[in-house]
């Protein structure tokens, strides 16, 4: 079975540039999330999407951050304009289904898109 | 928000012990995660708790006590492959996982 896909891999941008990043989550999954991992922290959620519906973006700085799912499958993330501390390692997950109890709710990460603002 | 500490760093001998603690605070607790994180690398699946006790699976247990907020990993018969950092992360009934900061676990021959 694919795991979840992320592209690029790495990006370098100037601060006040546009930056996109794309997922792709394993296949059968409802549920996205979006995760910033900072150096040296535990990843934290920016957005949750269940099929292509919001759950959950009280963490996302709405001002500069957007993303989307438009077809409940793949998902972009966009920062415009970027900042220096939006440095870190954008983190893709997906789950199978919300609401089903026990471990199927296991988040499976994809490698993630290391950014870095100059 | 959820407070999940774990300790930051540990270092271990090659075929030794090592438990890493975590305790949290939280309401509406679903669950706990355990995840391994290669430096560069996407956090992987290790282990889920959400009654208490222990779950084995090969070198690697998980314990959970509900009561106390604490939950350990136990890798058994380190290697080299294990040095990596583990990730605690707590489930609340919203189905969202708050992460510690993670514990670099060192290996050394």
């Known amino acids: 079975e694919a795991g979840v896909a992320q592209s690029p891999r790495y990006k370098i941008i100037e601060k006040r540039q546009s930056v996109a990043f794309w997922c792709n989550p394993i296949?059968?999954?409802?549920?996205l999330y979006w995760y910033q991992q900072i150096l040296g922290q535990g990843p934290k959620l920016l957005i949750q999407f269940q099929n292509n519906g919001v759950v959950d973006d009280s963490q996302l700085p709405k001002d500069r951050f957007s993303a989307e799912r438009l077809k409940g499958v793949d998902s972009t993330l966009k920062i415009q304009p970027a900042k220096l501390e939006d440095s870190a390692v954008y983190l893709c997950?997906?789950?199978?289904?919300?609401?089903?109890?026990?471990?199927?709710?296991?988040?499976?990460f994809g490698p993630g898109t290391r950014l870095l603002v100059l | 928000g959820q407070n999940i500490d774990q300790p930051t760093e540990m270092t271990a001998t090659e075929g030794a012990i090592v438990q890493i603690n975590c305790t949290y605070q939280t309401s509406g607790f679903n669950g706990l995660f355990w995840y391994q994180q290669h430096a560069g690398e996407a956090p992987t699946f290790l282990s889920y708790?959400?009654?208490?006790g222990l779950e084995e699976k090969g070198r690697f247990s998980s314990f959970l006590s509900r009561s106390k907020g604490y939950s350990y990993l136990l890798l058994k018969e380190l290697q080299m492959k294990d040095s990596a950092s583990y990730l605690c992360?707590?489930?609340?009934?919203?189905?969202?996982?708050?992460f510690g900061a993670g514990t670099t676990v060192t290996v050394r021959a």
């Open positions: 992360a707590v489930r609340t009934n919203d189905y969202k996982l708050s």
């Open positions: 997950a997906s789950s199978f289904s919300r609401g089903v109890a026990g471990a199927g709710e296991t988040q499976y």
């Open positions: 296949s059968g999954h409802a549920t």
């Open positions: 708790n959400v009654l208490d």
